[in-house]
């Protein structure tokens, strides 16, 4: 089954990434993982630390001649930065009496609890590893489990739905549109807005609240829609907590840093609606076998992909780091300061958007090795053929 661990600081020399149990075979490029650490780097809104990094990842080992070869796959993302860092960051104690430490917690990020959890005197540790900064080494790795569920035919994309106040919703019809050749294709539309938004209108109003934020000295979060075309019937299971589907990609959306919230198809809605008005009513016998014209389930039920498309939803909240500041205390005294302004952006949603995509591939990925297994491409892609087959089969009548 696919894990994957990542390492290094923000301001430290790199970020890195070890990536086990892709099956032999997967094909891969340079350009399947630096696109991908590209698209993330985008997104008006973004902070000065996006001027300096060209994110580009070193593989070291597990690919050959443009394969996986079965064994872990090391990746590495060099922080250009670091340059600027050797000092604050050394990993030694050469320069341990030549660095100021940082007292003032910032309310709202990982500061003051990961300070005394780990029992720090000072935040810059903290500050380095809890950092979105992080999510690049996350990218890259989820780039190989994408790569492989593409191959499959396989999508994971993805869309920027709200930022503050601006957009939502955009209506049913326009989603299943863009859809229709695959979730890459929704992705692709987003990506050509500078906010990863679907609707012009929606776009504007959001750049006009980005940049309010900015003068304000402020910022915003909002929220991203994730969709997965291609997903077999039967991923997942409910016999046991651990192996739900949902739960195992909610948790993988609120493993990004921010996220707050995370619902499955139109969760919070449905909510509010009569039982008559929420579950997507079955069609069989035709030509496409198996058939709803709704999909407010999200793609699951009962902790299994239905064969839908699955759609999540991921909130993400105001990154924590303000210019104009909040209050907060010294540590070292307790006495009330204001609080300290770290280098960030304002607004980072469009960004969350594609760690979306990469944190939740490999959990589909790992969903579908669990029920049709396989060590080499071939042999997946065989089994994974004659099950769609048998399903489509099945419901043809």
């Known amino acids: 089954m696919i894990r994957y661990f990542t390492a290094g600081e923000s301001h430290g020399p790199a970020l890195s990434a070890i990536v086990e149990g892709l099956p032999a075979g997967v094909e891969l490029q340079a350009d399947d993982i630096n696109n991908e650490l590209a698209r993330r780097q985008q997104g008006y809104g973004r902070g000065g630390r996006m001027k300096i990094e060209t994110d580009r990842a070193e593989v070291?080992?597990?690919?050959?001649?443009?394969?996986?070869?079965?064994?872990?796959?090391?990746?590495?993302?060099?922080n250009r930065d670091w340059e600027n860092w050797t000092t604050t960051m050394s990993q030694f104690e050469d320069h341990a009496g030549d660095v100021s430490k940082i007292t003032i917690p910032r309310p709202g990020h990982a500061d003051l609890t990961g300070c005394i959890k780990y029992g720090f005197d000072d935040i810059r540790p903290?500050?380095?590893?809890?950092?979105?900064r992080e999510t690049a080494a996350r990218v890259a790795a989820g780039s190989l489990a994408k790569a492989f569920?593409?191959?499959?035919?396989?999508?994971?994309?993805?869309?920027?739905?709200?930022?503050?106040?601006?957009?939502?919703?955009?209506?049913?019809?326009?989603?299943?549109?863009?859809?229709?050749g695959g979730a890459e294709?929704?992705?692709?539309?987003?990506?050509?807005?500078?906010?990863?938004?679907?609707?012009?209108?929606?776009?504007?109003?959001?750049?006009?609240?980005?940049?309010?934020?900015?003068?304000?000295?402020?910022?915003?979060?909002?929220?991203?829609?994730?969709?997965?075309?291609?997903?077999?019937?039967?991923?997942?299971?409910?016999?046991?907590?651990?192996r739900r589907l949902d739960a195992a990609l909610a948790a993988a959306l609120m493993s990004i840093q921010a996220i707050k919230g995370v619902e499955v198809g139109t969760a919070f809605e449905n909510a509010?609606?009569?039982?008559?008005?929420?579950?997507?009513?079955?069609?069989?016998?035709?030509?496409?076998?198996?058939?709803?014209?709704?999909?407010?389930?999200g793609g699951i039920e009962g902790s299994m992909s239905n064969g839908?498309?699955?759609?999540?939803?991921?909130?993400?909240?105001?990154?924590?780091?303000?210019?104009?500041?909040?209050?907060?205390?010294?540590?070292a005294n307790l006495e009330a300061v204001q609080s300290r302004f770290e280098r960030s952006d304002t607004c980072a949603v469009p960004a969350a958007g594609v760690v979306a995509e990469a944190v939740v591939a490999p959990v589909i990925a790992n969903a579908l090795l669990e029920k049709i297994g396989g060590d080499h491409m071939e042999?997946?892609?065989?089994?994974?053929?004659?099950?769609?087959?048998e399903l489509l089969s099945r419901f043809r009548g």
């Open 60 to 78: 070291l080992s597990g690919i050959r001649f443009g394969r996986t070869i079965g064994s872990p796959v090391a990746l590495v993302v060099r």
């Open 126 to 132: 903290v500050i380095d590893r809890s950092s979105a």
């Open 149 to 180: 569920l593409r191959q499959l035919g396989i999508q994971v994309g993805s869309y920027v739905s709200s930022i503050g106040a601006a957009g939502e919703p955009l209506g049913h019809g326009r989603i299943m549109e863009l859809l229709a």
């Open 185 to 242: 294709g929704l992705a692709g539309e987003a990506d050509r807005s500078e906010v990863r938004m679907l609707d012009a209108d929606a776009e504007k109003a959001a750049i006009a609240a980005i940049d309010k934020a900015i003068a304000d000295g402020d910022t915003v979060g909002g929220v991203v829609e994730v969709f997965i075309t291609g997903v077999p019937m039967g991923l997942g299971s409910y016999v046991q907590h651990d």
């Open 272 to 297: 509010r609606r009569p039982g008559s008005r929420v579950h997507d009513e079955l069609f069989a016998g035709g030509a496409e076998g198996l058939t709803r014209k709704t999909n407010r389930s």
């Open 308 to 331: 839908q498309p699955i759609h999540l939803r991921a909130a993400m909240k105001p990154i924590s780091s303000l210019v104009t500041p909040l209050m907060s205390f010294n540590l």
């Open 379 to 389: 042999e997946v892609a065989r089994r994974l053929e004659a099950y769609r087959e």
